[in-house]
């Protein structure tokens, strides 16, 4: 049986532990849940408008950084208004129903708490699949079909990703996860819509937990797609923060 959701996840920051990046010591890994008639019928046609619009074309792949940095092809967004006109749009994107659910490592705090041997993708991924499925629980999904969508890194990462996600399903405390979820590697010339959303999520969060009284835009619409406990608070629920 299928769940009628599908996942994607993009991650902000890279692993290391030994060389930390002293502007962005964090790893963020971002998790998009879409209900499938969603995504079909409403996000990738307006990613797909969205692209037209600008571009004349749908070849271009949207990427957090290159626009923060109006890279090329986003050297278009040099221009103030076209920029204005452009995020207003992909602003529009986030008014869709869909959820983020993310987990953020701070590398600094996490050495001294658990060293430098253990990986903080495959922390940050067992706590993202455990908050996710328990969303897929609270909407009857549970023991449903659900693929959750990486983007490929190189081949040898593929395969430690992979046996990672097996070893978590494994060994979960968790009833029905490992009945729940399937394992899928995209490429980036797919062209993927979710992975692409989830990309424009990731390193804004991480900025947000590095930078929390820094206005961020992009973060407050984030913030509207988390889940959220009773108390109204996103921590732990729609968001987890280790250590």
């Known amino acids: 049986m299928r769940s009628g959701y599908i996942v994607y996840v993009d991650e902000s920051g890279d692993h290391s532990l030994t060389r930390i990046n002293p502007d962005y010591p964090m790893f963020v890994l971002a998790f998009c849940v879409f209900p499938v008639d969603v995504y079909v019928d409403r996000i990738v046609p307006l990613i797909q408008r969205i692209k037209f619009d600008f571009f004349n074309h749908d070849m271009v792949v949207f990427h957090e950084r290159e626009m923060r940095q109006s890279a090329p092809p986003f050297d278009i967004l040099l221009n103030a208004s076209v920029r204005s006109a452009f995020m207003a749009r992909i602003d529009a994107v986030f008014d869709e129903r869909f959820g983020v659910i993310a987990s953020a490592i701070r590398k600094h705090e996490f050495v001294r ?21 328990l969303q897929l629980q609270d909407r009857g999904a549970s023991r449903c079909e659900t693929f959750v969508v990486f983007e490929s890194r190189g081949r040898a990462e593929d395969r430690q990703l992979e046996a990672e996600f097996d ?9 029905g996860m490992a009945e729940t979820f399937r394992f899928r590697i ?8 979710g992975l692409q959303i989830a990309d424009l999520v990731a390193r804004p969060i991480g900025t947000h937990l590095l930078k ?10 984030i913030l509207e797609r988390m889940p959220k406990s009773p108390s109204g608070s996103e921590k732990g629920w729609g968001l987890k923060v280790y250590p």
Do not use: C
Request: net charge positive.
């Open 167 to 175: 070893r978590i399903m494994a060994t979960t405390r968790m009833r």
């Open 186 to 193: 995209a490429s980036k010339q797919t062209n993927s819509a």
């Open 212 to 221: 929390p009284d820094q206005p961020n835009r992009a973060w407050d619409r």
């Open 113 to 133: 708490r658990v060293g430098e041997d253990t990986s903080p993708y495959h922390v940050a991924l067992e706590f993202g699949l455990e908050r996710v499925f």
